[in-house]
C-alpha cells in the first residue's frame, strides 16, 4: 500500500530565510535561488525516502489563496511535509487536519517553530517536526502504519470457548474501528466448516507435498493429518480472499472441541510466514499487537503464553505453537523447521500439525500486547537465551529481560507478541498517534 506526500514550500510575501549549518542566515532575495532549493529539496526526498512513497506535485505557498488550491486536492494526499521558508499565517493549513511535517533545513529548525509555535503542537495532534531525512522517513513510516491498520479487515473465524476467561481475547468492535480505524467481520465455526468441504482435494496433497519437502523432519505426523491441516489452511485462505481481510483471528478451540477438525497450528504458521497476521484461540487483541509489530517491522511476529516469569533470573518463559520460519524478515530465508504434532487437541498423545523451529539465540526481541480496551500497549524488550521443543505447545522460548516482575504485572493478558528486533522507540510514537499510552517494563 502505498503513502502519498505532498511537499509544500512555504514562502511567503516577505524574503524567504534559509538558516546555514554555521548558524547564519541566508535571506533569498532572487526567486531563481528559492526555485532552485525547491528543486534540489525535491530531488533529495526522491532519493532518501522510501520506495513506497508516492511524492506528489509540490505547492508553494505565498498568500492565502494557496492554501485554498491545496484544500482542493487533499483527498489524495496522506501527509503534508511542509519546508518553512518564508512565513505567512498557516492556521488554514493545520485545519486540513492532515498529517503535518514541518521542516526548515537539516537541524536548523527556526523557521518551522516561527511558523508552528509550541502552542499550536499542542493543540494540533496532526502536527511533528523533523530535524532531518532520518525524522522524516521515521514519521513517514509511522504514518504509512497507521494508514495500513485504517485499510486492514480481520476475519474472526469461529469463536471464544467459555473455557474460563478467553472472553478477554476480543475487545469491542467499535472501540477497534475508532481507534484504529479496523474492520472485525466474523465468520461462523459452521460457515468455515462448510467452507472447508468444498476445497479440491488434488490441492490440498500438493500443498501437503511442499511442506513436507520444505521440512527438515517430519516423522511425527502421518500425510494424512498433514493434508487435513492443508485443508484448513486453503479454507482460511479462501475465507481471506472471499471478505477481502488482511489477517484472521482463529477460534481454533471451537473449531476442534466441536467440530472436530485437526489441530492447525502449522497453517497459522504459513499465514505469518506470508505476511498474513494470524492468531490463535480469538484473541484479537493479540492479532492487534501482530499487525502493529509486523507492520512496523515487516517481519512476521510469534505469540505465545507467559508459561513462566522468574524474577531472580529476569527470565520470561513464552510457549506456543504457530511459530513462524521467517522471524528474521519476510524477505529473508526461512530458518529450518520441523513439522511435528500439536497437543492442544489432546494432551494424552499428538496429534494434527505444528512445527518446531529453533529462533536464533542472542536475538533481541520486543515483548508487547495491546490491552482489551485498546487504551495501553505493554511491552518490554529482551534477549533470547534459548528455544526449546516442549509439550504440551512445541516451542518455548526463554528471553531475559530487564525485571520480569514488573514485566508480568504490567501484563495486560496471557498471550504475548514477539518480533524480532527493539521496536519500543517506534511504539512509543506511534502509540501516541494512536491514542494509547506506552507502559514499558
Known amino acids: 500500500m502505498g503513502f502519498n506526500v505532498r511537499p509544500v514550500f512555504v514562502v511567503g510575501k516577505a524574503w524567504p530565510v534559509l538558516p546555514q549549518p554555521d548558524g547564519a542566515l541566508q535571506v533569498i532575495i532572487e526567486k531563481e535561488t528559492a526555485d532552485s532549493t525547491i528543486e534540489t529539496f525535491n530531488a533529495q526526498l526522491k532519493e ?92 513517514i513510516h509511522l504514518l ?142 493479540a492479532l492487534l499487537t501482530m499487525l502493529i509489530l509486523g507492520y512496523l517491522s515487516d517481519k512476521p511476529t510469534y505469540m505465545g503464553n507467559i508459561v513462566r516469569a522468574d524474577p531472580e533470573k529476569n527470565i520470561v518463559m513464552i510457549s506456543h505453537g504457530c511459530t513462524p520460519s521467517k522471524m528474521a524478515g519476510l524477505n529473508q530465508p526461512s530458518h529450518p523447521y520441523k513439522l511435528v504434532h500439536s497437543y492442544s487437541g489432546r494432551f494424552i498423545e499428538g496429534t494434527g500439525l505444528t512445527s518446531f523451529v529453533d529462533l536464533d539465540k542472542g536475538q533481541e526481541v520486543t515483548i508487547a500486547r495491546i490491552a482489551r480496551n485498546l487504551d495501553r500497549i505493554c511491552v518490554t524488550s529482551g534477549e533470547i537465551i534459548d528455544c526449546r521443543d516442549t509439550l504440551c505447545d512445541r516451542t518455548t522460548l526463554d528471553i531475559h529481560v530487564n525485571d520480569a516482575r514488573k514485566f508480568f504485572h504490567n501484563a495486560p493478558g496471557n498471550h504475548h507478541v514477539v518480533v524480532y528486533g527493539n521496536y519500543i522507540p517506534e511504539l512509543g510514537k506511534l502509540s501516541q498517534l494512536l491514542g494509547m499510552k506506552l507502559i514499558e517494563s
Open 48 to 139: 532518501r525516502l522510501g520506495s513506497d512513497v508516492t511524492i506528489l506535485e509540490p505547492t508553494v505557498l505565498r498568500e492565502d489563496a494557496d492554501i485554498t488550491k491545496l484544500k482542493e486536492s487533499a483527498h489524495e494526499v496522506d501527509a503534508l511535509l511542509v519546508h518553512v521558508m518564508g512565513l505567512m499565517p498557516l492556521g488554514k493549513l493545520l485545519d486540513l487536519e492532515l498529517p503535518l511535517i514541518a521542516f526548515s533545513g537539516k537541524h536548523t529548525p527556526m523557521m518551522g517553530l516561527y511558523a508552528f509555535p509550541i502552542e499550536e503542537r499542542e493543540s494540533h495532534p496532526n502536527l511533528t517536526y523533523a530535524l532531518d531525512f532520518k525524522e522524516i522517513n521515521d514519521q
Open 144 to 285: 504509512s502504519v497507521a494508514k495500513r491498520l485504517k485499510n486492514t479487515r480481520i476475519a474472526l473465524i469461529g469463536g471464544p470457548l467459555s473455557l474460563g476467561g478467553h472472553q478477554q481475547h476480543i475487545p469491542d468492535s467499535e472501540i477497534i474501528k475508532h481507534k484504529l480505524g479496523i474492520d472485525i467481520v466474523p465468520v461462523s465455526g459452521k460457515e468455515f466448516v462448510a467452507e472447508m468441504k468444498g476445497i479440491e482435494e488434488s490441492k490440498v496433497a500438493t500443498i501437503a507435498q511442499e511442506w513436507i519437502a520444505n521440512a527438515q523432519e517430519a516423522s511425527e505426523p502421518s500425510t494424512d493429518e498433514i493434508k487435513e491441516v492443508a485443508r484448513t489452511y486453503v479454507a482460511i485462505e479462501n475465507v481471506l480472499k472471499k471478505i477481502e481481510a488482511q489477517a484472521t483471528a482463529i477460534g481454533c478451540l471451537e473449531l476442534m472441541y466441536l467440530h472436530g477438525i485437526t489441530p492447525h497450528c502449522f497453517a497459522l504458521a504459513t499465514l505469518r510466514d506470508e505476511g498474513v497476521p494470524a492468531s490463535c484461540e480469538s484473541d484479537v487483541s
